[in-house]
């Protein structure tokens, strides 16, 4: 499967499992897609190329859609998530290039 990191990725939600609780918990089972998004998403940030302003888009079983943003404020501690999935599954490159992103941040 191929998916254009450069838009925001779909997440099909139950829509009678909104509370906070659940949506990470929803978010936990689809880690690699979504923690791999939100690095490169921080990425083009950082290098000032032209993005969305959208992590994902949460679509529930009625097809409605829900939009996840991250505000500047919250870069380090997203990718400090993001460091613990990857050290979790052993990618250590990717390891660098955050530890990399959030001294430029």
Known sequence: ?????????RIHIDPELLLKQ???????SKYDIFYRRLV????????GEPETELIAILV??????????LPESGYKKSLSKA??????????ETC???KQMKKQL
């Open 1 to 9: 499967m191929t998916v254009d990191m450069k838009e925001p990725i």
């Open 22 to 28: 659940d949506i990470d918990k929803l978010l936990m």
């Open 83 to 92: 460091l613990d999935y990857f050290v979790m599954i052993e990618e250590y």
């Open 60 to 69: 529930d079983d009625e097809g409605a859609e829900y939009e996840m943003a």
């Open 40 to 47: 490169e998403y921080i990425l083009n940030k950082i290098e």
């Open 96 to 98: 660098d290039l955050i």
